[in-house]
């Protein structure tokens, strides 16, 4: 494996080089702060594992809509709901169940999951009622909604956008399921077209919902392929729901493979009438909703997780690399980068990886841009690893956008050093909370690096960086209380205050009860 780097950022210059050691407290003019260079087959900073104190954490909020007071009711979604509910507490999510709400506490209860999600392993959202395309937007319908004009659909329905920045910051995977693809429940009546889909100035879907546009590791999973419906069935559950019951809970199943057999098993059910649409990437990561997850998840290493995986589960994953899987494809590349001299195919890695990347994948793009850098599986060729980060970092993949920052800042074969081109991009990073980078821009703030920016930026970062669960922040912050200036520290006591973890004076004394409510934000118990 290649070491990581890491930045340290000063009063006296912004950025310098210091190896794969943070700064000691006996050199107090320098900041010792996160990893930035990934190493090869390691977790990216973007996934980065929650500390040992929170452990494994799922939670869920499942929703289902029915008994609509103005547009038809839906027989099963009550039922589909609570057996989805039970399921997933049976596998250790703790689930917040709403059935048959109005529109205020529809947003309030996802408002209130969005919070608790922030500090979650996995966060996971499942819908079942209607849902409709309006004016390009994604909206699911409360109970109470009385529309007699499309255009105040986004006034009383709640955006699916909104729904996914619901699980946007959970920690390592992120999914919403919809089971709500169905006919436009609309009457066609003035205002409405039920089937062209265009009403005075504004477009209204026909067939369920569009396609949805999902953030990097975030999977999005649609009963029916985006503007085609779902069918209720005949049974208790509908096609879908059943579907999820029979395959979620089985174990040992890598997650990537129990969507495929969910798909599958919906058309079967539905004599392939209906076919499930997945949207977004999952986290490169594997995962395990029963069985094997502990054991995989207690290895910090990304790579040595995809390497811990049994052979049956590895002809799984084999199984969807052939299929154009690019998921997949990138940990069996993870696992062709094994320690063990005898495993270890580094032209394989650059293979399986070379093919991911050229399917457009982000991820891959990275890896192979590090194989490049360093020769591994290929003679080394750093103009054509910058050239990867960059198509990468296009793709909005921090890893890439943050190491680019560092390639800026050092200098690089083919790259001349440019400073302020490097503090852009770590603003960049920070900005799509990749971990390291938010917490690096705050230092930078704080040394008067960042021309507008304030000691409320720096806070904000540094409040994000906590949330985002790793380690290093609360230790640095908690080991190190006087590291930022005193007016850095007030504001974010005045952050901690805001979000309600501190209740103490704000004057900058990082003491025991600010370190409470850093360590409370951060995810730990009390």
Request: negative net charge; charged residues 20%.
């Amino acid at each position: 494996m290649l070491s990581s780097r890491r930045l340290i950022a000063g009063a006296a210059v912004a950025l310098l080089l210091a190896g794969a050691a943070v700064a000691q407290e006996s050199q107090p003019q320098t900041r010792g702060l996160m990893p930035i260079k990934t190493a090869v087959g390691r977790v990216t900073a973007e996934e980065a594992e929650a500390s040992r104190e929170i452990g494994a954490k799922r939670v869920a909020l499942v929703v289902g809509m029915g008994a609509y007071t103005s547009i038809a009711p839906l027989r099963n979604t009550e039922a589909d709901a609570r057996a989805v509910a039970t399921m997933l507490e049976r596998l250790g999510f703790t689930v917040d169940l709403a059935v048959d709400i109005p529109l205020d506490q529809m947003k309030d209860t996802i408002a209130a999951f969005s919070r608790k999600s922030e500090t979650a392993d996995i966060a996971m959202v499942y819908y079942a009622g209607h849902g409709v395309e309006a004016a390009g937007e994604n909206y699911l319908i409360p109970i109470d909604i009385q529309i007699d004009d499309p255009a105040k659909i986004p006034d009383r329905a709640v955006s699916l956008r909104s729904v996914l920045g619901s699980v946007a910051h959970a920690r390592k995977l992120r999914i919403v399921i919809l089971d709500s693809c169905r006919n436009n429940p609309f009457p066609a009546s003035p205002g409405f077209t039920a089937a062209a889909g265009v009403a005075g100035a504004s477009a209204m879907g026909g067939g369920g919902l569009s396609a949805p546009d999902p953030s990097q590791g975030m999977l999005v999973v649609y009963a029916a392929e985006g503007g085609k419906v779902a069918l209720d069935g005949e049974g208790e559950h509908s096609p879908f729901t059943s579907a999820i019951l029979e395959s979620l809970p089985r174990p040992n199943v890598e997650i990537g493979l129990v969507f495929r057999q969910i798909r599958d098993r919906v058309m079967t059910l539905t004599a392939n009438r209906q076919q499930p649409h997945f949207y977004g990437s999952l986290s490169g990561a594997p995962f395990f909703l029963a069985g094997e997850d502990a054991r995989v998840a207690a290895i910090t290493d990304k790579a040595g997780q995809w390497q811990a995986l049994k052979p049956d589960q590895v002809e799984q994953l084999a199984s969807l690399a052939e299929e154009g899987n690019t998921r997949a494809m990138i940990g069996l590349g993870y696992m062709a980068l094994s320690p063990d001299s005898a495993k270890f195919q580094p032209a394989e890695a650059f293979r399986l990886f070379s093919k991911a990347a050229e399917a457009g994948d982000a991820e891959a793009m990275f890896e192979l841009g590090k194989l490049h850098e360093k020769g591994i599986g290929t003679p080394q060729n750093v103009p054509e690893a910058l050239k990867l980060y960059r198509k990468s970092a296009d793709l909005g993949f921090a890893d890439a956008i943050n190491d680019l920052g560092f390639l800026y800042y050092q200098g690089a074969e083919g790259l001349p050093r440019d400073p302020k081109q490097a503090i852009a991009l770590f603003v960049k990073a920070a900005d799509l909370r990749h971990p390291q980078a938010m917490f690096n821009v705050a230092a930078l703030i704080d040394d008067g690096m960042i021309p507008g920016k304030t000691p409320q930026d720096a806070a904000a970062y540094l409040y994000q960086a906590l949330r985002s669960g790793v380690s290093d922040v609360l230790e640095q912050l908690t080991s190190r209380p006087t590291m930022f200036k005193p007016e850095t520290r007030r504001a974010l006591q005045a952050e901690l205050q805001r979000n309600q973890f501190y209740a103490g004076a704000l004057d900058g004394d990082l003491g025991a009860g600010t370190q409470r409510g850093m360590r409370i934000a951060f995810g730990q118990a009390q």
